[in-house]
């Protein structure tokens, strides 16, 4: 499965909002060193139910637009 994902750093909340095609992800850290992405993958997992290992950014790691997969394996 693949998510495309928009990125809201530096909110003032952390939540996952879904919408027609997409998800928006707002979270708290900024987007440097990788802080918001990992981030990202954190509330995915909880949201989800997979484990963080199972996610994986496979477009945009330095973009606000993202595309993760879950494997299924």
Known sequence: MKLTVRVIPRSSQEKI??????????????????????RILELISEKLDVPKSKLKIIKGTASRIKLIEVSDA
Do not use: D, F, I, T
């Not at 992800?25 to 440097?32: L, N, R, W």
């Open 17 to 38: 909002v879904e919408e027609k095609n997409s998800w928006k992800v707002y979270v708290h850290p900024a987007a440097e060193g990788g802080k918001a992405n990992g």
